[in-house]
């Protein structure tokens, strides 16, 4: 029942670039800028994810076990998504495969290090 995810970001001006481009391969777009200093992405007019400056001003830190993981149409957009990030400068935290029956996964740290999984389930 996740309705969207916010993740923070030290530098907006790597950051929002990064996921423009990543976001937008799976249809993905800049909904609006947060007047607090970031931006928004959607995609068929529903909110999905949030990359902003921290609420308190401070330093955006990662959450250790924290993670957000986004569903892909299928196994063969995982591995793209996941080029796509390697592309973009993102690290590696689990190349594309399956993780058990049914559960196709890639793992990777955006630019400011929040981890990231690109999933098809089923």
Known sequence: MISYATIGSNDLDKAIPF???LL???GAT???DHPRGGALFARDGKLVLG???PFDRGAATVGNGAMIALDMPD???VDAFYAK???LGA???G???ERGPGFYMAYFRDLDGNKLCACKLG
């Open 19 to 21: 996921y423009s481009a």
């Open 30 to 32: 800049k909904m609006m």
């Open 51 to 53: 990359v902003l400056q």
């Open 85 to 87: 990030a390697m592309d």
């Open 24 to 26: 937008g391969t799976q």
């Open 95 to 97: 190349a594309p495969g």
């Open 91 to 93: 690290t590696d935290e």
């Open 75 to 77: 196994r063969a957009a």
